[in-house]
């Protein structure tokens, strides 16, 4: 029993549970309701979080940029005004392409066109040539630079290896932004490119929430959601205690396993399925530099572990702009392999093993380190494990009144968050 003060109960058409951009993309689209978001967290976004350093300049701690082929959420950015900009760096040199010799660019080009050829191949994604295999033991055989570019891949596209991940889930995640892991269909691009939202996608998430209209509780945990006589009764935890809100339908815009935990009296292979979600978690530690006219000054260091990986995007990811006339941010990352061995270590020291890694790498910024952020994702973002697409259609279905999404219902970004809120939110009109 929880010692938390009864605060008294209220009364809402629909209960949202996750302030992430699925959940305040579901509200947003039910605006014309009596809708309650409720989220853990002090902030508004999930994993779309944004933070201001020193003098303006912003960093980006999860959700990075728009890819062209990400059209529900540029839609969405367009429809709320949102300013796009390009996004200022080559995603090639993100994967770690342009490292590679013209020799090893061939054999890559050559299992590319493998992935390719099975993509137009079209079978049943829950076929265990598809969905049983592993990406890695599927390239057994490639040369080692192929298979550390495709590991590298899997690791910046879904944060775990590609041992983690099954052949149908690289199939899936590989090239444009589609509905099924096969390209047999046209896939919509936006005519602007790769963006960036200025100010930080976060941005984006609080231009949702304002315009939905619905009243939002934050640092407000659900407890447990439990059917009422064709209600739902939702218990949350605040500031001011414990309180019940009645509901006549629920979004769950929770992590999946989260979600199987909170919502009381699921079927097995509802709650089977939301168990059987496997998270890559990553750590994101963006660097503010200054521009070359602030003049040099040491970053407080301390120690780190030796040998340890800090940084798994080459610093590829930066904000756009000129570095040393203006300053500017990598936003850098390591993801679940490396990010698990320093998961628990001080803050401090993961602060000082990404500024040896930068300078490292970019020994022109030596005295123009000024600050860097440190910020843990657990559930950073669902894999396509070996087996998953054999709980997908138990993923997506509704329960009743309660209804779910998130990037591990559609596709494990931005976009599929979206596609799936929007799902959720029609299926809450049409009740």
């Not at 390009?86 to 590319?112: C, K, M, V």
């Not at 030796?306 to 930066?318: K, M």
């Not at 698990?340 to 500024?355: A, L, P, S, Y």
Request: with cysteine; proline share 5%; hydrophobic share 40%.
């Amino acid at each position: 029993m929880s010692d938390m003060p009864e605060v008294a109960s209220s009364a809402r058409e629909v209960v949202v549970l996750g302030a992430g951009i699925a959940g305040l993309c579901a509200a947003y689209r039910l605006r014309d309701l009596n809708v309650e978001v409720v989220d853990s967290a002090s902030w508004l976004g999930g994993r779309t979080r944004s933070i201001r350093f020193a003098g303006g300049m912003w960093a980006n701690l999860g959700a990075q940029y728009l890819s062209a082929d990400k059209t529900a959420v540029i839609d969405l950015a367009d429809e709320l005004g949102m300013e796009l900009v390009p996004n200022g760096f080559e995603e090639a040199a993100e994967r770690g392409r342009g490292a590679l010799t013209p020799e090893q660019s061939r054999d890559l080009e050559a299992a590319i066109a493998r992935i390719e050829a099975e993509q137009a191949n079209p079978r049943d994604p829950t076929s265990p040539e598809l969905d049983d295999v592993a990406f890695a033991k599927w390239l057994e055989g490639e040369p080692d630079h192929v298979l550390r570019f495709l590991d590298q891949w899997c690791a910046t596209v879904v944060c775990v290896s590609s041992a983690e991940t099954s052949l149908y889930g690289a199939l899936r995640l590989w090239g444009d932004q589609r509905r099924a892991a096969f390209t047999n269909e046209p896939v919509r691009r936006s005519n602007r490119g790769d963006t960036v939202i200025v100010n930080g996608t976060q941005r984006l998430s609080e231009a949702l929430a304002g315009a939905s209209g619905a009243t939002l509780s934050l640092e407000t945990r659900a407890v447990s959601v439990v059917p009422r006589r064709n209600r739902y009764e939702v218990t949350v935890e605040g500031r001011d205690g414990r309180r019940t809100i009645d509901a006549s339908q629920v979004v769950v815009a929770l992590p999946a396993p989260v979600a199987a935990r909170v919502v009381q009296g699921l079927p097995d292979w509802k709650r089977d399925a939301l168990l059987a979600v496997r998270y890559g978690r990553f750590l994101c530690t963006p660097i503010r530099i200054a521009p070359i006219g602030e003049g040099r000054a040491s970053f407080p260091m301390t120690w780190s572990r030796p040998r340890q990986v800090y940084n798994s995007n080459e610093f590829a990811l930066r904000t756009p702009g000129d570095m040393d006339r203006e300053g500017g941010c990598f936003h850098s990352f390591v993801y679940d392999a490396y990010a698990r061995q320093i998961w628990n270590d001080e803050d401090h020291t993961i602060r000082t093993g990404v500024v040896r890694a930068l300078l490292d790498a970019h020994p022109r910024y030596e005295g123009r380190v000024r600050e860097v952020h440190v910020a843990r994702w657990e559930h950073g973002l669902p894999a396509y494990s070996p087996g998953r697409m054999k709980f997908q259609p138990a993923l997506e279905a509704s329960i009743g009144g309660i209804h779910f999404c998130g990037d591990y219902v559609f596709c494990a970004n931005t976009d599929g968050a979206v596609r799936s809120a929007e799902v959720a939110a029609r299926r809450v009109l049409g009740a």
